[in-house]
């Protein structure tokens, strides 16, 4: 393309221009330009790298007058496609620019095709004779580029024009009435609805989709209003369904959105009973993705939506475990209604209970068990409990306390269930992380690594505590918290460096492993004391340094604050030390006080342990002892440091008191 000539098309400079075409500044033969020099229009057929020619550029920048002079001398400049096949007319219509926009239709449409088109134009002529049709590379007309840039007036121009372009889907699918819905543009959803044919006859193409969607199938997503007005343009559109058997009503339960679903059940309740291709009701939807105001919505609809089951047999409850949807299944066991579902099976005859050991869900194990409803010993088609379950899942190496299969077991276990009548070596070869498997190996070596850190860095704070200490040993050498100072620091470096020596034995791989799990069961128990010992140093350090001899109590609130502040800390810095507290929920509510317990001093809580191959059960205790009396220390602490530095203080008022009154007498003795 000639530069001048691209440099005025794309500034608008009109004088650049007449001088690149050679135009003269009058008009004759009734407006219309005459060329100065025959032959230098022919400039015009040039195309940049990109393939757009000077109307391409004029019109994407909305120089009206540039385009009229180039279609005046080349009319064939209309039908000139880039390399992306957009028209001059695309153009225009992606830019907004409405008046070239209108411009441009007048030459697109030829006029024995404008007189010999019907009204509705329903393909009489492909869209490469109608360029007003154009299609670029990707399928979309100016229609849809108008309606993908957000520009209503260019639509409104276009559908005036020619209503048959709201028929006319792209490459992807997409009909302009889908992509405004899409884009939640209510007011080109509205430009579109009117001008829709007048006999009521709607083809598919008007509302279609990707996927065999509708436009109510994107509006149910953007707008109620939106979805209202769709509705009454085409109510038939509520039952079509995609290539997935969705209909608009699963979309709306899917996202929930409360409006839409009201609407569409209003008008017509059946639409709760349409499946997908996978069996799920709008119902099984809502509750897949944890819309509990939806599910109770369908259900005062539809009472018997908690009879509906998919190709698997999965009622609600059982689609709401599946993808641990908590508050659903909490909102489902505190409603009546809802009981009947506590102890369905699906298609392979699991139980909602089932499922919840089955995805690892230890909090809806939990809400399940406390329902007195729901049976903890139903079998499946494989004969199999849900103790047998959890069992299979647990990991019977070395692990966490506090893991959820852990916890399933052991409140399944202390609620009374019960496993399935088989012989119990059929489950040792399911049985992982035993021994010494490569598994169990590697969760030595990151133990080792990890722990040995912690242990080397308490040992080496407390061994530098004593020594730099607030105040002299020897102010401070009666004073209760010195003496608690003193005993929590050595005892925190007494099990912080025996804890060091287990974890080396711990990672040598010339140990046995039965050994090696032994020394890490054994060090993580002295390293959660040694860590409770020295947030109880750090306390009485800090109460030393606030409070020295001689001077009463000047820090008293922040003594209080690093007390309460020290035993939050000891309660919670290890949450698995209270996980038997986990499990009293749900016990108190299945078995009552008693059953709680009796689960506690009765001689259930040893079979649970051994079933964890947990060799050494006391530790658990020990941890919880520990934890309980350096809360007990730090407590008794402060308040008998705080009682041995009162008296002092009160003598000293008190001589002070009876000075006063020796000197007034004096004074006042007659001379």
């Given at each position: 393309?000639?530069?001048?000539?691209?440099?005025?098309?794309?500034?608008?400079?009109?004088?650049?221009?007449?001088?690149?075409?050679?135009?003269?500044?009058t008009t004759?033969?009734?407006?219309?330009?005459?060329?100065?020099?025959?032959?230098?229009?022919?400039?015009?057929?040039?195309?940049?790298?990109?393939?757009?020619?000077?109307?391409?550029?004029?019109?994407?920048?909305?120089?009206?007058?540039?385009?009229?002079?180039?279609c005046?001398?080349?009319?064939?400049?209309?039908?000139?496609?880039?390399?992306?096949?957009?028209?001059?007319?695309?153009?225009?219509?992606?830019?907004?620019?409405?008046?070239?926009?209108?411009?441009?239709?007048?030459?697109?449409?030829?006029?024995?095709t404008?007189?010999?088109?019907?009204?509705?134009?329903?393909?009489?002529?492909?869209?490469?004779?109608s360029?007003?049709?154009?299609?670029?590379?990707?399928?979309?007309?100016?229609?849809?580029?108008?309606?993908?840039?957000?520009?209503?007036?260019?639509?409104?121009?276009?559908?005036?024009?020619?209503?048959?372009?709201?028929?006319?889907?792209?490459?992807?699918?997409?009909?302009?009435?889908?992509?405004?819905?899409?884009?939640?543009?209510?007011?080109?959803?509205?430009?579109?609805?009117?001008?829709?044919?007048?006999?009521?006859?709607?083809?598919?193409?008007?509302?279609?989709?990707?996927?065999?969607?509708?436009?109510?199938?994107?509006?149910?997503?953007?707008?109620?209003?939106?979805?209202?007005s769709?509705?009454?343009?085409?109510?038939?559109?509520?039952?079509?369904?995609?290539?997935?058997?969705?209909?608009?009503?699963?979309?709306?339960a899917?996202?929930?959105?409360?409006?839409?679903?009201?609407?569409?059940?209003?008008?017509?309740?059946?639409?709760?009973?349409?499946?997908?291709?996978?069996?799920?009701f709008?119902?099984?939807?809502?509750?897949?993705?944890?819309?509990?105001?939806?599910?109770?919505?369908?259900?005062?609809?539809?009472?018997?939506?908690?009879?509906?089951?998919?190709?698997?047999?999965?009622?609600?409850?059982?689609?709401?475990?599946?993808?641990?949807?908590e508050?659903?299944?909490?909102?489902?066991?505190?409603?009546?209604?809802?009981?009947?579902?506590?102890?369905?099976?699906?298609?392979?005859?699991?139980?909602?209970?089932?499922?919840?050991?089955?995805?690892?869900?230890?909090?809806?194990?939990?809400?399940?068990?406390?329902?007195?409803?729901?049976n903890?010993?139903?079998?499946?088609?494989?004969?199999?409990?849900?103790?047998?379950?959890?069992?299979?899942?647990?990991?019977?190496?070395?692990?966490?306390?506090?893991?959820?299969?852990?916890?399933?077991?052991?409140?399944?276990?202390?609620?009374?269930?019960?496993?399935?009548?088989?012989?119990?070596?059929e489950?040792?070869?399911?049985?992982?992380?035993?021994?010494?498997s490569e598994?169990?190996l590697?969760?030595?070596?990151?133990?080792?690594?990890?722990?040995?850190?912690?242990?080397?860095?308490?040992?080496?704070?407390?061994?530098?505590?004593?020594?730099?200490?607030?105040?002299?040993?020897?102010?401070?050498?009666?004073?209760?918290?010195?003496?608690?100072?003193?005993?929590?620091?050595?005892?925190?470096?007494?099990?912080?460096?025996?804890?060091?020596?287990?974890?080396?034995?711990?990672?040598?791989?010339?140990?046995?492993?039965?050994?090696?799990?032994?020394?890490?069961?054994?060090?993580?128990?002295?390293?959660?004391?040694?860590?409770?010992?020295?947030?109880?140093?750090?306390?009485?350090?800090?109460?030393?340094?606030?409070?020295?001899?001689?001077?009463?109590?000047?820090?008293?609130?922040?003594?209080?604050?690093?007390?309460a502040?020290?035993?939050?800390?000891?309660?919670?810095?290890?949450?698995?030390?209270?996980?038997?507290?986990?499990?009293?929920?749900?016990?108190?509510?299945?078995?009552?006080?008693?059953?709680?317990?009796?689960?506690?001093?009765?001689?259930?809580?040893?079979?649970?342990?051994?079933?964890?191959?947990?060799?050494?059960?006391?530790l658990?205790?020990?941890?919880?002892?520990?934890?309980?009396?350096?809360?007990?220390?730090?407590?008794?602490?402060?308040?008998?440091?705080?009682?041995?530095?009162?008296?002092?203080?009160?003598?000293?008022?008190?001589?002070s008191?009876?000075?006063?009154?020796?000197?007034?007498?004096?004074?006042?003795?007659?001379?």
């Amino acid at each position: 393309m000639n530069h001048e000539l691209l440099r005025a098309a794309a500034t608008g400079d009109k004088a650049l221009l007449d001088q690149v075409l050679g135009l003269r500044s009058t008009t004759d033969n009734g407006g219309e330009l005459e060329a100065t020099q025959r032959g230098n229009p022919s400039c015009l057929k040039g195309v940049t790298s990109e393939g757009n020619t000077a109307l391409h550029i004029a019109a994407g920048r909305g120089y009206l007058e540039h385009a009229r002079i180039m279609c005046d001398l080349d009319a064939s400049l209309v039908r000139a496609r880039n390399n992306l096949r957009n028209t001059p007319l695309i153009c225009a219509a992606k830019a907004g620019h409405v008046d070239v926009v209108c411009y441009l239709m007048e030459h697109a449409l030829a006029p024995a095709t404008v007189a010999a088109s019907p009204p509705w134009y329903a393909g009489a002529s492909s869209d490469e004779e109608s360029m007003i049709r154009a299609r670029n590379s990707e399928g979309a007309t100016a229609m849809h580029e108008a309606i993908r840039n957000g520009h209503e007036a260019v639509l409104a121009k276009l559908m005036s024009a020619d209503g048959g372009l709201a028929a006319v889907v792209d490459g992807k699918g997409f009909s302009p009435l889908y992509l405004a819905a899409a884009l939640g543009r209510a007011d080109m959803v509205d430009v579109l609805i009117a001008g829709s044919p007048p006999d009521g006859v709607k083809s598919p193409a008007y509302y279609a989709g990707p996927d065999g969607q509708t436009a109510l199938h994107a509006a149910v997503l953007a707008s109620e209003e939106m979805s209202k007005s769709l509705w009454c343009w085409e109510p038939t559109l509520a039952k079509k369904v995609d290539n997935s058997g969705n209909t608009a009503l699963h979309h709306a339960a899917s996202a929930g959105k409360i409006g839409a679903v009201k609407l569409l059940l209003l008008e017509d309740s059946s639409l709760a009973y349409i499946p997908d291709v996978d069996g799920l009701f709008p119902v099984h939807t809502a509750a897949k993705m944890g819309k509990i105001d939806i599910i109770e919505q369908l259900m005062e609809t539809c009472p018997n939506s908690d009879e509906l089951l998919d190709n698997r047999g999965r009622n609600v409850l059982h689609c709401a475990i599946e993808h641990k949807k908590e508050k659903v299944v909490q909102h489902m066991c505190k409603n009546p209604r809802f009981g009947r579902m506590m102890n369905a099976r699906d298609s392979r005859g699991n139980t909602p209970l089932h499922l919840a050991v089955k995805h690892g869900c230890d909090r809806i194990a939990m809400l399940l068990v406390r329902d007195v409803k729901v049976n903890l010993s139903i079998m499946n088609n494989d004969g199999a409990t849900p103790l047998d379950l959890a069992i299979n899942e647990l990991d019977h190496g070395y692990t966490y306390p506090m893991n959820p299969e852990v916890l399933i077991v052991q409140c399944l276990v202390w609620c009374g269930a019960h496993r399935s009548p088989r012989r119990r070596d059929e489950y040792l070869n399911k049985r992982t992380g035993v021994g010494g498997s490569e598994k169990e190996l590697s969760k030595f070596t990151n133990l080792t690594q990890n722990r040995a850190i912690g242990s080397v860095l308490i040992a080496t704070v407390t061994f530098a505590a004593p020594f730099t200490m607030p105040g002299t040993a020897a102010d401070a050498a009666e004073r209760p918290a010195f003496w608690a100072f003193i005993l929590s620091d050595a005892l925190a470096f007494l099990c912080s460096t025996v804890a060091t020596c287990l974890l080396m034995y711990a990672g040598l791989t010339t140990v046995h492993p039965r050994y090696r799990s032994r020394y890490h069961v054994w060090s993580s128990n002295l390293l959660h004391v040694g860590v409770l010992l020295v947030i109880a140093t750090f306390a009485f350090g800090v109460h030393l340094a606030l409070s020295p001899p001689g001077t009463g109590i000047p820090g008293g609130n922040l003594n209080a604050a690093v007390c309460a502040m020290a035993c939050v800390s000891v309660l919670f810095a290890q949450p698995g030390t209270w996980w038997p507290t986990v499990l009293a929920k749900p016990i108190w509510a299945r078995l009552g006080l008693k059953g709680l317990l009796g689960v506690l001093l009765g001689p259930r809580p040893i079979p649970c342990q051994k079933l964890l191959l947990s060799r050494t059960p006391w530790l658990n205790l020990f941890k919880m002892l520990a934890t309980l009396l350096i809360l007990a220390l730090i407590l008794v602490t402060f308040l008998l440091d705080m009682s041995y530095l009162r008296p002092p203080a009160a003598q000293h008022r008190f001589s002070s008191n009876l000075l006063l009154q020796s000197q007034r007498q004096f004074c006042s003795y007659p001379t």
